[in-house]
Structure formats: C-alpha cells, structure tokens
C-alpha cells in the first residue's frame, strides 16, 4: 500500500468540458488518478479519449472544470495564472510530438531557453546546459541548429531543455510520434534511463503499444474515463 508520501501526482474527481458553440463537450469525466514518485506511466486511448487533456492538467497548462489536481504538496487547480505560470517554470519538463526548437539558436541555446526565466548566471547557467547535453547523449551537438540534425537529435535536444532546470514531473506528449522507429526507440530508451538511473517521474502520452510498454504502467482512457482494457 502506497502513502500519501510516495504520491506525487494526485487527481481526483477532474472532469473537463469545453464549450462548442452552444454545446458542451465532456473531455474528462470524474478522473481519479495517481502517479508514484520516480514512475514512468503511459497513457493510452483513442484520438478524442482526452488523455492529452489530463497531461496539460498535470503540467498545469489548462484548467480543471470540476475536481482538484495536487502535485507533490501543491494544489495547483487552487492557483492563479501567475502562480501556475511560476509553478510549471520550477516543476514541469514538457516533451512534445514536435520539437518545438527555435530554428535560429544552437542547440545549447535552445536548451538555455528555461533557464532565462531563472535567476542563475550565465557561467551556472551554462553548466546546467551542458550536463543536460551530456545525459541525451548530445555534448558533440552544442554548437549546431536544428536544421543539421535528424529527428532523433532534435527530440533529444527537445528533452535536454525539458530537463535542464531538473523539474519534478516531465510530461511527454507523443515524443516519437513524428520519428521512424529506430529513432524512436533510441528516445524511449532515454526516457527509460533518465526515469531509472535519474529518478525521474514521466507521464508519456502514446497511440503506440510499443512505446506504452518501455513504461512502468500503462492507464488506457476511453471518452474521457479511464477503461480496465485497452480499447482499438
């Protein structure tokens, strides 16, 4: 039996509706979830089943219409934007489908850009830079764009920068959607590591049963609930 000490992500009774035109779409329906410090958790489910909805609460990029949603000791559907701003800049690490990466700066800049918001000089900050360079695999890289790099050293840049400021939660979304599968294994492989031997807490969210099973446990949602099987 798990304390409430070992819980970092706490969810319960979330539902989330969106407005459409005079209808009201239900995208979560009265979640209950709860992830363990230093797991590695996949969600699955169909396109619409609202699991990237449930990711962008935990990372407090959106808002739960009903429920509360704690992470670590803080209630963060309690906090204003400004709060919730500052909250995700110290805890959250996002991963996202696509890389996201400014195509004018270097790798190391890219990377860099988190820690902007920080107050730590530029000899700190630059330190940080190069062992989340180091932990990806990508000390040789530093100095490139993004334009002379695979998909797979993007991603990894893209998961450098989410973990240069050693967040407490990094969520994934769809991190090897847009790579062939060798790349995408070499990127689950990583997030294997950095869950494993750096104790990270990873939420990744998947379509692909290849990639949900490199996690350490696997929630399938389905309309918004969370389903005891997988669903097509």
């Not at 790099?149 to 893209?158: D, F, K, W, Y």
């Not at 990744?204 to 399938?220: C, E, F, G, I, K």
Request: include cysteine; charge should be neutral; proline fraction near 3%.
């Amino acid at each position: 039996m798990s304390t409430s000490n070992d819980i970092l992500v706490d969810i319960k009774s979330v539902s989330k509706n969106f407005k459409r035109g005079s209808e009201e779409i239900h995208v979560l329906s009265g979640l209950d979830v709860e992830v363990k410090k230093g797991e590695f958790l996949a969600l699955m489910g169909p396109s619409g089943s609202g699991k990237s909805t449930l990711l962008n609460l935990m990372g407090g990029l959106d808002r739960a219409t009903h429920g509360s949603v704690t992470i670590g000791s803080e209630r963060i559907d309690q906090y204003s934007d400004g709060q919730l701003a500052a909250w995700r800049a110290r805890n959250v690490g996002f991963v996202f489908q696509f890389y996201n990466l400014l195509p004018v700066l270097t790798a190391e800049r890219n990377v860099e850009l988190p820690l902007l918001l920080t107050h730590l000089s530029k000899a700190d900050r630059k330190k940080h830079v190069e062992i989340a360079l180091k932990a990806v695999g990508l000390s040789h890289r530093m100095k490139h764009y993004p334009r002379t790099m695979s998909g797979g050293e993007q991603q990894r840049v893209g998961i450098a920068r989410a973990i240069v400021t050693d967040p407490t939660i990094l969520l994934c979304d769809e991190p090897t959607g847009d790579l062939d599968r060798k790349s995408g294994d070499e990127i689950l492989t990583l997030l294997q590591t950095l869950n494993k031997d750096h104790g990270k807490t990873i939420v990744m969210v998947t379509h692909d049963p290849h990639a949900s099973a490199r996690a350490s446990r696997t929630l399938h949602l389905d309309k918004g609930q969370l389903s005891t099987e997988p669903v097509a």
